[in-house]
């Protein structure tokens, strides 16, 4: 126990001093700050902002969700188009070296 008592004592004008600043947030309040009509007033403005707020963010997470889906699909659609593309430069390629060893042939056969 004596161990304990300088810490107490060096402690004890901390804890005062936390206690009577936290025991003013745990007390109720003055009637008239309760029966104030401005402040009343402001939170309901204050709410109803937070919900048109809350309904405008809702308008805009969907109309993303539309984008991205768009977007999903364009990429699909390039996807697809760009198979197709590689396919077709396989076939023009083959054709040109095909062309071109034709005409290799051509002139080496020719007088």
Do not use: C
Not at 20 to 46: G, M, N, Y
Not at 90 to 111: E, M, N, Y
């Amino acid at each position: 126990m004596a161990v304990w008592l300088p810490v107490l004592k060096a402690s004890l004008p901390y804890i005062a001093q936390i206690v009577s600043t936290a025991v003013p947030a745990f007390t109720s309040r003055s009637d008239a700050s309760k029966a104030d009509p401005v402040v009343s007033r402001q939170i309901e403005e204050l709410q109803s902002a937070a919900t048109k707020n809350a309904e405008s963010i809702h308008v805009l997470a969907e109309r993303l969700q539309q984008t991205i889906e768009g977007i999903d699909s364009a990429a699909a659609s390039l996807q697809k188009q760009v198979a197709l593309f590689k396919v077709l430069l396989l076939v023009a390629s083959s054709t040109a070296v095909f062309a071109l060893a034709v005409a290799l042939w051509a002139l080496q056969s020719s007088p």
